[in-house]
C-alpha cells in the first residue's frame, strides 16, 4: 500500500494543489489529511472544497475548531490569543461559506481508517487531544499509549509542522509537516507517502515547490 499524509495547509491553495498534483503523478489514491486546513491564507473556501471534492479522509484540527466556535468563543479567544492570532480567525470565519463551515464542524477528532488489511488512525495532534502533540524525540511511552488507545498499524498526526518517522513496537508513526506553512516563508510543501511494500514499512518525506 502507499498512502500520502497530508496536513496543516492553513488555507494555502497553491501549494495544496502543487502536493496533490505531485501525489497524483505518482499514482497514490489513498490520501489523508491531519487538519488546519485553514486560517493563515485567503483561500480557506478553495481549500475546504477541495477536500471534499477529492473525498480525502480529514480530521477537526485545532485551528479548524477555533473557527467553527468563533462565534461562541469569541471572547475567550481575544483573551487567549494575540492580536494576529485573534484577527487571522476572525477574518477566515467571515470568509468561510456556511456550507464549508459546517463541513469544518462535522470532521472527527480522529478518524479510523482500515485500508488493504491495515488499521490507520489519523488525527491531528493525538488521537485523544487536538491541542497535545507527538513530537519526534517524546519518550517511547507516550507513542506506546498512542498506539494502546488506538491499536492502529500506522498513526499519522500533524500540528507541529515537523515532519517526522517512527516505529515504536511495531507501530508506524508520521508527521508529515505542514503543506501550508514553511521555514521562513519558503514556498515549499511538505508532505509524506507511506510504504507498506517495504520491510520495515517506511514513511518517506517530501518536499514540494509551488507558485
Known amino acids: 500500500m502507499y498512502l500520502a499524509a497530508i496536513g496543516d495547509i492553513h488555507g494555502n491553495l497553491p501549494a495544496l494543489e502543487a502536493v496533490?498534483?505531485?501525489?497524483?503523478?505518482?499514482?497514490?489514491?489513498?490520501?489523508?489529511?491531519?487538519?488546519?486546513?485553514?486560517?493563515?491564507?485567503?483561500?480557506?473556501?478553495?481549500?475546504?472544497?477541495?477536500?471534499?471534492?477529492?473525498?480525502?479522509?480529514?480530521?477537526?484540527?485545532e485551528l479548524d475548531r477555533r473557527v467553527v466556535h468563533f462565534l461562541r468563543k469569541q471572547e475567550t479567544l481575544r483573551q487567549k490569543l494575540s492580536d494576529d492570532e485573534f484577527e487571522a480567525l476572525h477574518q477566515t470565519h467571515a470568509t468561510l461559506q456556511s456550507h464549508n463551515l459546517e463541513f469544518l464542524r462535522s470532521l472527527p477528532r480522529r478518524r479510523m481508517l482500515h485500508v488493504?488489511?491495515?488499521?490507520?488512525?489519523?488525527?491531528?495532534?493525538?488521537?485523544?487531544?487536538?491541542?497535545?502533540?507527538?513530537?519526534?524525540?517524546?519518550?517511547?511511552?507516550?507513542?506506546?499509549?498512542?498506539?494502546?488507545?488506538?491499536?492502529?498499524?500506522?498513526?499519522v498526526s500533524g500540528a507541529t509542522h515537523q515532519p517526522f518517522s517512527?516505529?515504536?513496537?511495531?507501530?508506524?508513526?508520521?508527521?508529515?509537516?505542514?503543506?501550508?506553512?514553511?521555514?521562513a516563508g519558503a514556498r515549499i510543501a511538505t508532505y509524506a507517502i507511506v510504504d507498506t511494500e517495504t520491510d520495515p514499512w517506511e514513511a518517506r518525506i517530501r518536499e514540494q515547490a509551488y507558485s
Not at 126 to 141: A, F, H, K, N, V
Not at 166 to 183: M, Q
Open 20 to 61: 496533490l498534483a505531485a501525489i497524483d503523478d505518482a499514482g497514490i489514491q489513498t490520501i489523508v489529511s491531519t487538519g488546519d486546513a485553514v486560517v493563515g491564507y485567503q483561500w480557506p473556501n478553495e481549500v475546504v472544497e477541495l477536500l471534499r471534492n477529492r473525498n480525502i479522509p480529514s480530521v477537526q484540527g
Open 166 to 183: 517512527r516505529t515504536v513496537d511495531g507501530t508506524l508513526f508520521v508527521n508529515p509537516g505542514a503543506v501550508g506553512i514553511a521555514p
Open 116 to 155: 488493504e488489511g491495515i488499521d490507520i488512525c489519523v488525527c491531528h495532534g493525538t488521537p485523544t487531544s487536538q491541542s497535545e502533540t507527538l513530537d519526534e524525540e517524546d519518550p517511547p511511552g507516550k507513542f506506546r499509549r498512542v498506539r494502546e488507545l488506538t491499536n492502529a498499524q500506522i498513526v
